[in-house]
């Protein structure tokens, strides 16, 4: 088949590109040429997707089975792309995000369930990420005159991820000693590799047809605690870990998410069904999720070949706590329980 990728050199896009060449596709890549190097074996197309020349040009004399868009933020220009590659293109997949349902995770998540209001012409100022992406749906559903494949992940993890959360536990836990550990040790997490994420997404697209999807990992997938031994097992670490109460965490200015990466806080109403993400509809269709131990293990592979001093890999937000304040809430927290 011949398959076009909107992105496709960073993170997500790499695996989708990589999936692709597997299965002998040709494979276009439409980017600027900023985020990455291209996977050997694409033709590479340099444009900006906000560009409505570059948009003409990437599509001049060219046709695809399917297009996947790994790399669509903002309503109106994903609207400008879906129009541009109407009669270009069988099926148009994008990736959205579980974040564009509404009131999500305070209410459950769902394959049909209501999105943020949003308006497919809106712009980078109209809403938040998930609201954004909502728009973004729209956008394509309006604007692309062909079959439509929606992917909604969860929390992506795997080799070369550029949010650093993965990376930055990896990295954290290979230097081991005492490690600040966030809420309890039973606690839930669900999450999606890249790699499964773009198999999925091929599969569906190669199939055509409309459709709607929640991905990620299923229901008890796995808990901090077997995430973060997963994590000491992969790295040969002696970390030794620290279960701190997420009130206490609270009461020392611990952020959730981007201080401590993958921890939510305390139990609450607006996070109540943060890891309770059904993916039946996803697994009917096909959806085969990895081990943890592989996800974690592959991306230690990666990460351990890049130097310590480079891994800060954040696009708008540098994840991890800093040491001295790690080692000033251990402090607090064993004078607490002594």
Same mark, same amino acid.
């Given at each position: 088949m011949k398959?076009?990728? #909107?992105?496709?050199?960073g993170?997500?896009?790499? /695996?989708?590109?990589?999936?692709?060449?597997?299965?002998g596709?040709?494979v276009?890549?439409?980017n600027r040429?900023?985020?990455?190097a291209d996977? !050997?074996g694409v $033709?590479?197309?340099? @444009?900006?997707? $906000?560009?409505p020349?570059?948009?003409?040009?990437?599509?001049e004399?060219?046709?695809?089975?399917?297009?996947v868009?790994?790399? @669509?933020?903002? !309503?109106r220009?994903?609207?400008?792309?879906?129009?541009a590659?109407?009669?270009?293109?069988?099926?148009?997949?994008?990736?959205?995000t579980?974040?564009?349902l509404?009131g999500? =995770?305070?209410?459950?998540?769902g394959?049909?369930?209501?999105l943020? !209001?949003?308006a497919p012409?809106?712009g980078? $100022?109209? @809403?938040?990420? +998930?609201v954004?992406?909502? @728009?973004?749906e729209r956008?394509?559903?309006?604007?692309?005159?062909?079959?439509?494949?929606i *992917?909604q992940?969860? #929390?992506?993890?795997?080799p070369?991820?550029?949010v650093?959360?993965?990376?930055w536990?990896l990295t954290?836990?290979?230097?081991g000693?005492k490690?600040?550990a =966030?809420?309890?040790?039973?606690?839930p997490l669900?999450?999606?590799?890249?790699?499964?994420?773009?198999i999925?997404?091929?599969d569906q697209?190669?199939r055509?047809g409309?459709?709607r999807?929640?991905?990620?990992g299923?229901v008890? &997938?796995?808990?901090?605690?077997?995430?973060l031994?997963?994590c000491?097992?992969?790295?040969?670490?002696d970390?030794?870990?620290?279960? *701190?109460?997420?009130?206490?965490l609270?009461? &020392? +200015?611990? +952020?959730?998410f981007?201080?401590l990466?993958?921890? =939510?806080?305390p =139990?609450s109403p $607006?996070?109540?069904?943060?890891?309770?993400?059904?993916?039946?509809?996803? &697994?009917a /269709? +096909?959806l085969?999720i990895?081990?943890? /131990?592989?996800?974690?293990?592959?991306t230690?592979?990666?990460?351990?070949e890049i130097p310590? &001093?480079?891994?800060?890999f954040g696009?708008?937000?540098?994840?991890? #706590?800093?040491?001295e304040?790690?080692?000033?809430?251990l402090?607090?927290?064993?004078?607490?329980?002594?």
């Amino acid at each position: 088949m011949k398959v076009l990728v #909107i992105g496709g050199s960073g993170f997500l896009g790499r /695996a989708v590109v990589e999936e692709a060449l597997a299965r002998g596709h040709e494979v276009t890549t439409f980017n600027r040429g900023r985020s990455g190097a291209d996977v !050997p074996g694409v $033709e590479a197309v340099r @444009g900006d997707r $906000e560009s409505p020349a570059d948009l003409e040009r990437l599509a001049e004399g060219r046709k695809w089975d399917y297009v996947v868009d790994t790399s @669509g933020y903002v !309503p109106r220009v994903v609207g400008a792309s879906a129009r541009a590659l109407t009669g270009h293109a069988g099926t148009y997949a994008f990736i959205s995000t579980i974040s564009a349902l509404a009131g999500f =995770p305070a209410e459950p998540a769902g394959d049909d369930a209501e999105l943020w !209001p949003c308006a497919p012409d809106a712009g980078p $100022e109209d @809403g938040n990420y +998930g609201v954004l992406k909502a @728009g973004c749906e729209r956008a394509v559903e309006q604007g692309f005159d062909g079959d439509v494949l929606i *992917v909604q992940p969860g #929390i992506i993890l795997g080799p070369y991820e550029d949010v650093a959360r993965l990376p930055w536990w990896l990295t954290r836990i290979a230097r081991g000693g005492k490690v600040l550990a =966030p809420g309890e040790p039973d606690e839930p997490l669900q999450f999606v590799d890249a790699r499964d994420l773009a198999i999925f997404t091929l599969d569906q697209a190669e199939r055509g047809g409309n459709g709607r999807f929640v991905v990620t990992g299923p229901v008890g &997938q796995t808990t901090y605690g077997e995430w973060l031994q997963a994590c000491k097992d992969a790295t040969g670490s002696d970390a030794e870990f620290v279960w *701190v109460g997420s009130e206490f965490l609270i009461e &020392q +200015g611990a +952020g959730a998410f981007v201080e401590l990466p993958l921890w =939510p806080g305390p =139990p609450s109403p $607006e996070n109540t069904h943060f890891w309770t993400v059904p993916t039946d509809r996803a &697994q009917a /269709a +096909g959806l085969r999720i990895r081990p943890v /131990a592989e996800t974690v293990r592959d991306t230690w592979a990666w990460l351990r070949e890049i130097p310590e &001093q480079e891994r800060n890999f954040g696009k708008r937000t540098t994840h991890g #706590i800093a040491p001295e304040k790690e080692e000033a809430i251990l402090a607090a927290w064993a004078a607490r329980s002594a």
